[in-house]
């Protein structure tokens, strides 16, 4: 009976995830007022809210979403690429064997099939593919490429599809090259921590698997579910535990990536320390699969921290939110392993689209998210217990809660991590994700906000675009996400936002890209945060790897 | 009628989002450096006699009680920090713990000590699933009860308890005193908040032991074994209808 029992009570609030130990991050929908669906299905499929206003419902219909070719009628398909044809199809029937292997759809109509490889997790672009390859291995890969290459067919290659920035999905007719086929692990050493596993596992998978061994993936992100940690170390990935463990330039030991001339890239060493020359797997790390397809990865796991407690306050500025990281740098330190920082109208929109009570009474400007994670619950314990006291009786924070057991942990984390998801309720969300110094992070939304009232584009009824002006991050990493839940696209919101927000940015030497990347959002406003040398030297780099150019054209830079 | 003085029984067990592990003797489930908590059925109960007096019903007091080890203390703490009033641990070892009956006859001494005329109880704890203490409570008190609650409303000293039954709802009235155990859908338990689990240091917590009742709670039952459901087999991925077809037929289900 423990086991049904356990399972009614998770019924009784959000939910949970039995397997992975240490705050599993699902929105099931268990009970009747939670709203959206498990991030596994949610983040692959374009989201629309169907006629009940629930965010699950039947996936969008793809024609809603316009073609980035018209988004972007100065993109021009490149003349120098080979149109498909029924024998290319037929080379690669032949090569990779299982029927499933290939979705056809230059000697059929298979539109629908190909429909979820051609749209992103936005809705926000979409491509013309008619092939999509899934390869199961290294040698797969490496011979598709060469074929490409020889024929000049350009690719997009293709993890979890949940990219922020368009890079994951063709323009015009690249084939789509997706990893979701090559999903095992390869080799796991308990005593050094040192996984080595294919590109197409999906995170959450890795994260599941490790927490069987005590061991803990060193990224974390909404789209765990979805994303293949292939995606993740492509775009150089930050997420919710950069603040502890650092970023994957750091963490990823190792490389197996193949070029588009078919060259399988040997670099998948488990070595902690290796200084022989050039460190080239950094070139792929953040790539964007613009020189190269990541077949495998090799990464250093920390051991998984047994004691984690999560706090949710609400604060009365942003100068106070500064204050509280402040503190509790000085007095959690070593236990920090997440400071995030909503403000109050995101939390407002998880709320209203979930249906879940808000974790504090009362409204607040600002709202905090701490986690620790720690060896010893005791010493944890005493140390955020003397933090939270510190921080309430100086007026630093205004209220606060502490979740009690696993479930409120999970509650709490679902009012950060459930803000992406909620905002494309209404219909779609611009998205900034931008490093800024922390004491004018949030100056930046106000700014915004002002302009889109002045512009009269912000407002209640369907009549305006926009909905709101959001801003919440990873406020340990400086990293702010600056997101304009929109009605629809429009072309009005985008001339008020860009290039405003772009010369904000870099007025204060911030990054427009913090952990998102360039892909086709971000390519044409690159000069805002790289000179014009170093994107001279990245291109020399591109065009010594890809001299064809086939690899994720229109992209990048 | 002066008000309502309720007793309210926490239990500290295994964190229910935790996959709880068999040992490897197989008499008993892992419990070192394991997440515990509150039994969540114990945080309804809790929950509701908070509501009660946030309801201005007259409530005189709310008095947590748990038996267990030491650590108990801290579900103790969440209790009050919730809005118990005070909190009761009686030391009882982990290798010692409680039966179902033992809980009931010290909850019965209990009752006595704090004059308490209503106690909310959870209607089982999800460590041992016995489902017994608050019916043995009733039994060796003499005092009516209601199980399941899903509603409850207390007017003067007349409570009545709306409980989920197969194909519908029962509506039982009862005088005090009373036993009444919680259900799911009795409420939702709140968050512990900042300044109220501050408050809830400085709450008085007294502690007690089984002697201290005149009880000496000896085992009745054994526990043979303990075992793990058998692994689920694991599946197989077909790569389209053809195969799902040829593997539905080779496991004989067409
Ligand atoms: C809900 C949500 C939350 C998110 N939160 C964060 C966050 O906190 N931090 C953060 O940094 N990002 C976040 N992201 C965006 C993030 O970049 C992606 O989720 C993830 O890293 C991409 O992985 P993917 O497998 O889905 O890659 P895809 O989206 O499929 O691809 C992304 C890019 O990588 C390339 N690529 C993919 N696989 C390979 C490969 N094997 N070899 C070479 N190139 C490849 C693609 O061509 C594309 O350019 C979030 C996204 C969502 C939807």
Redesign the pocket.
């Given at each position: 009976m423990a086991t049904s029992c356990r399972f009614a009570a998770s019924l009784r609030r959000a939910s949970l995830n039995a397997r992975a130990p240490t705050r599993p991050r699902r929105f099931q929908p268990a009970a009747v007022h939670v709203r959206w669906t498990g991030?596994t299905s949610a983040?692959s499929e374009p989201h629309q809210p169907d006629d009940k206003e629930t965010v699950k419902g039947a996936p969008a219909p793809a024609k809603a979403i316009t073609f980035t070719s018209d988004t972007y009628p100065d993109i021009q398909r490149e003349p120098g690429f080979s149109k498909l044809t029924q024998e290319h199809v037929e080379h690669f029937r032949e090569l990779l064997g299982t029927e499933s292997a290939v979705v056809d759809g230059v000697s059929k109509d298979a539109s629908e099939d190909i429909e979820p490889f051609n749209s992103?997790?936005m809705r926000k672009y979409r491509g013309h593919a008619k092939l999509v390859l899934k390869p199961q291995s290294t040698e797969e890969v490496s011979q598709i490429l060469k074929f490409c290459n020889d024929n000049k067919l350009a690719v997009?290659?293709?993890?979890?599809?949940?990219?922020?920035?368009g890079?994951?999905v063709p323009v015009f007719d690249e084939i789509v090259i997706n990893?979701q086929k090559m999903d095992k692990i390869r080799s796991f050493d308990e005593v050094s921590g040192i996984l080595v596993a294919d590109?197409?596992v999906i995170?959450e998978v890795a994260d599941n698997f490790l927490a069987e061994k005590n061991h803990i993936f060193p990224l974390d992100?909404?789209?765990k579910g979805?994303?293949?940690?292939?995606?993740?170390?492509?775009?150089?990935?930050?997420?919710?535990r950069l603040l502890r463990y650092g970023s994957l330039h750091g963490n990823v030991l190792g490389i197996e990536?193949v070029l588009p001339d078919g060259t399988i890239l040997d670099d998948l060493s488990t070595l902690r320390k290796n200084n022989t020359g050039y460190d080239l797997k950094q070139l792929?790390i953040g790539?964007?699969?613009?020189i190269?397809?990541?077949?495998g990865i090799s990464i250093l796991t920390p051991q998984r921290s047994p004691a984690i407690n999560v706090a949710y306050f609400g604060l009365a500025s942003y100068e106070k939110t500064q204050q509280a990281f402040r503190e509790a740098k000085g007095q959690l330190s070593e236990i920090l392993s997440a400071f995030e920082l909503m403000d109050g109208n995101s939390q407002h929109i998880v709320n209203k689209v979930t249906g879940k009570k808000m974790p504090l009474e009362g409204d607040h400007p600002f709202y905090c998210l701490i986690e620790t994670s720690g060896s010893n619950t005791d010493h944890d314990s005493e140390k955020l217990q003397a933090f939270l006291e510190h921080v309430m009786e100086n007026d630093i924070v205004e209220d606060g809660v502490l979740a009690q057991d696993q479930t409120q942990i999970q509650e709490l984390w679902s009012f950060r991590?459930g803000i992406?998801?909620c905002l494309g309720h209404w219909g779609g969300v611009y998205k900034y994700?931008l490093s800024l110094p922390i004491a004018q992070m949030y100056d930046l939304v106000n700014d915004v906000r002002d302009r889109l009232t002045k512009a009269k584009l912000i407002g209640d009824d369907d009549s305006y675009p926009a909905l709101d002006v959001i801003g919440y991050g990873?406020m340990g990493d400086a990293n702010l996400h600056l997101n304009i839940p929109v009605r629809r696209y429009d072309k009005k919101v985008e001339k008020e936002l860009e290039p405003y927000v772009y010369e904000w940015v870099q007025s204060r030497k911030g990054s427009i890209s913090a952990?998102?990347?360039l892909?086709i959002a971000k390519k044409a406003y690159i000069g805002y945060s790289k000179s014009d040398s170093m994107i001279k030297l990245m291109k020399q780099i591109k065009g010594l790897y890809d001299p064809n150019g086939i690899m994720?054209p229109y992209?990048y830079m | 009628m002066s008000g309502l003085r309720i007793l309210v029984p926490v239990k500290r067990v295994i964190d229910y989002a935790v996959k709880p592990r068999v040992n490897r003797t197989q008499t008993a489930v892992e419990t070192s450096s394991v997440k515990h908590s509150m039994n969540p059925f114990d945080e309804l109960s809790i929950e509701e006699a908070v509501r009660l007096r946030e309801r201005k019903i007259p409530v005189e007091s709310i008095t947590a009680i748990s038996a267990g080890p030491p650590k108990a203390q801290d579900i103790l703490r969440t209790a009050m920090a919730m809005g118990a009033d005070k909190g009761i641990h009686v030391a009882v070892d982990e290798q010692d713990a409680l039966e179902p009956l033992g809980v009931a006859k010290l909850l019965a001494k209990v009752v006595q000590g704090e004059k308490s005329n209503l106690v909310i109880l959870g209607k089982q704890s999800i460590d041992d699933d016995a489902g017994q203490t608050g019916q043995m409570l009733a039994g060796l008190l003499g005092w009516a009860q209601a199980t399941q609650a899903s509603k409850v409303s207390v007017e003067g000293d007349s409570v009545t308890v709306v409980r989920e039954v197969d194909g519908g709802v029962e509506t039982l009235r009862a005088a005090l005193p009373m036993v009444v155990t919680t259900d799911l859908r009795l409420n939702e338990p709140r968050y512990a908040s900042l300044p109220n689990i501050m408050k809830a240091k400085k709450k008085p917590l007294e502690k007690k032991k089984l002697a201290d009742y005149g009880l000496e709670l000896g085992a009745r039952l054994k526990t043979v074994r303990v075992t793990e459901p058998p692994p689920r087999k694991g599946g197989v991925k077909v790569d389209d209808v053809d195969g799902m077809i040829g593997k539905l037929k080779e496991l004989g289900a067409l």
């Open positions: 991030s983040t992103d997790w997009v290659p293709q993890g979890g599809n949940t990219g922020l920035v890079g994951s990893l590109a197409g995170l992100l909404g789209a979805s994303c293949q940690i292939g995606g993740n170390v492509a775009t150089n990935a930050g997420g919710l990536a792929f790539g964007e699969g613009t190269g397809i990541i077949t991590e992406s998801e994700d990873h952990e998102h990347g892909g994720n992209k | -």
